[in-house]
């Protein structure tokens, strides 16, 4: 696979939401189109193999192997994404509100049910108007009615990009690839320089003054993707910054300056997990914590954004408490597309979920699907013990949602000769100070679409139309 056919343009953002969109989506067709192209190469085995030896050179990898990744990408045209920003944009606005609220209203967040250690870090001060300056909103949508749920919604870290910009790159290098993309003006979107963007705008309206910032990602050692730093680092040098990583145990605090091993940081971006943090107490999280505090030193993704993140923030808005926050058309977005979730404790009465068809249980702070069990996924006397133990460590039960399923194959060796199936899909709507600007897809046949489930990592193309 050769280098110069990676270039394609990039896709032209800001992007004006849309509520209108034709039924069925364009990504219908256009991704017909693709497996049409496929099969007349006859499965094209020969870029499968190819696939994953470009994947070996880059730092899209999972144990040391190419990440799985699916044959067919996303295809959505122009006309799809004014949909898709308005869906992603609409929620980024309830966040925003529902963020405020949390941090002036001491009644309002006692409906969250949060560890008060969480609570005291999501009320420290904020040095830039964004409240959630990076975020992504999961979401199931049937493409052939424009119909849509939400999964969860995400306001820590940026999983998903590395895979996003490797495997549509990998997409395009495939004959199939190449032979649709000389069919269509193709393009796909810039997720780092977004995110970048991002982190060091938020930096400038803190008062950020240092011409070349020394920016820092904090994290632990053990759960941060130095492959995804390292790739970062490259583009953050491109807008006129420096990135480096740092173990959070490394940090210190005095006299208002934030120092890691190497040296004075002046901008935060955050990238561990709160209760990850808070699970792993050490003197460096300590000293994170006073420099938040303090407010002096500027953190994108400061802790205000957890709220946001947990698996009870769904029960919250569809709670009384949400009245008091979103206006009517807020409130009906909510009803129609955000499934119902439901805060369990030891007096809960676990027979309402006893049809394991209709839910999915998660755990209240977790992250990454960790802890998660659908029902589909249990026999009867698995989901009460699922439930039992929800109820006891005050977990979540949510309607499950049954993802719009497309036709697939793994891409790479494992592919090779298979024919083309249903997998369920997931889209992951990137938003960065408030704008859509991407898409992280991943399609799985598990009724859970996780890293451990076998899911696919998708490439996402954007086609002109």
């Known amino acids: 696979m050769e280098q110069q056919n990676l270039i394609h343009g990039r896709t032209a953002t800001p992007i004006a939401p849309s509520c209108d969109h034709p039924a069925p989506l364009d990504s219908c067709a256009l991704q017909a189109e693709y497996i049409d192209i496929a099969r007349e190469l006859e499965g094209d085995a020969s870029s499968h193999e190819a696939g994953d030896a470009h994947l070996l050179t880059t730092n899209a990898l999972y144990h040391g192997g190419p990440v799985q990744w699916s044959f067919v990408p996303k295809v959505f045209s122009r006309r799809d994404l004014g949909y898709l920003a308005w869906i992603a944009e609409t929620m980024g606005r309830i966040m925003d509100k529902v963020t405020l609220r949390f941090v002036e209203d001491e009644g309002f967040r006692a409906a969250f049910e949060l560890d008060p250690r969480i609570e005291r870090l999501a009320c420290?001060?904020?040095?830039?108007?964004?409240?959630?300056?990076?975020?992504?909103?999961?979401?199931?949508l049937d493409e052939e009615t424009g119909?849509?749920?939400?999964?969860?919604?995400?306001?820590?870290?940026?999983?998903?990009?590395?895979?996003?910009?490797?495997?549509?790159?990998?997409?395009?290098?495939?004959?199939?690839?190449?032979?649709?993309?000389?069919?269509?003006?193709?393009?796909?979107f810039d997720i780092y320089g977004a995110c970048v963007s991002a982190v060091l705008d938020c930096y400038r309206e803190a008062g950020g003054k240092a011409a070349v910032p020394e920016v820092v990602a904090v994290d632990y050692a053990e759960s941060i993707a130095r492959e995804e730093i390292d790739e970062f680092a490259r583009v953050f040098s491109e807008y006129g910054a420096r990135l480096r990583f740092?173990?959070?145990?490394?940090?210190?605090?005095?006299?208002g300056v934030l120092t890691d091993a190497v040296g004075p940081i002046d901008c935060v971006w955050r990238r561990v997990v709160i209760s990850e943090m808070l699970e792993k107490p050490c003197p460096g999280a300590d000293a994170f914590m006073a420099c938040a505090a303090d407010g002096v030193v500027p953190i994108v993704g400061?802790?205000?954004?957890?709220?946001?993140?947990?698996?009870?923030?769904?029960?919250?808005?569809?709670?009384?408490?949400?009245?008091?926050?979103?206006?009517?058309?807020?409130?009906?977005?909510?009803?129609?597309?955000v499934p119902a979730t439901y805060m369990?404790?030891?007096?809960?009465?676990?027979?309402?979920?006893?049809?394991?068809?209709?839910?999915?249980?998660?755990?209240?702070?977790?992250?990454?699907?960790?802890?998660?069990?659908?029902?589909?996924?249990?026999?009867?006397?698995?989901?009460?013990?699922?439930?039992?133990?929800?109820?006891?460590?005050?977990?979540?039960?949510?309607?499950?949602?049954?993802?719009?399923?497309?036709?697939?194959?793994?891409?790479?060796?494992?592919?090779?000769?298979?024919?083309?199936?249903?997998?369920?899909?997931m889209e992951g709507l990137f938003?960065?100070?408030?704008?859509?600007?991407?898409?992280?897809?991943?399609?799985?046949?598990?009724?859970v679409i996780g890293e451990f489930a076998g899911r696919l990592n998708m490439g996402c193309l954007v086609v002109d139309r």
Not at 356 to 375: E, Q
Request: proline residues 3%; contains cysteine; hydrophobic residues 40%.
């Open 431 to 447: 938003l960065f100070r408030n704008r859509f600007a991407g898409v992280f897809t991943r399609c799985g046949q598990s009724a």
């Open 124 to 140: 420290m001060p904020n040095a830039f108007g964004t409240q959630i300056p990076i975020a992504r909103v999961d979401i199931f």
């Open 302 to 337: 400061g802790f205000r954004t957890w709220p946001c993140a947990t698996k009870t923030v769904f029960a919250v808005l569809h709670s009384p408490a949400a009245r008091l926050v979103l206006n009517e058309e807020e409130l009906a977005f909510v009803r129609e597309h």
């Open 246 to 255: 740092a173990d959070i145990r490394d940090l210190r605090y005095e006299d």
């Open 147 to 188: 119909s849509f749920k939400f999964c969860e919604l995400n306001t820590d870290g940026s999983s998903g990009m590395l895979v996003t910009e490797e495997v549509t790159k990998t997409n395009l290098l495939t004959k199939t690839g190449k032979a649709f993309a000389s069919r269509h003006e193709v393009s796909t």
């Open 344 to 425: 369990l404790d030891s007096q809960s009465d676990l027979t309402r979920f006893a049809d394991r068809t209709r839910w999915i249980a998660k755990p209240r702070d977790g992250y990454n699907s960790l802890g998660v069990r659908a029902g589909q996924d249990c026999t009867d006397e698995e989901w009460a013990e699922v439930l039992a133990q929800m109820a006891q460590t005050r977990g979540t039960v949510q309607e499950y949602v049954t993802p719009y399923a497309t036709l697939n194959v793994e891409g790479g060796a494992a592919g090779i000769g298979r024919a083309f199936e249903p997998y369920m899909n």
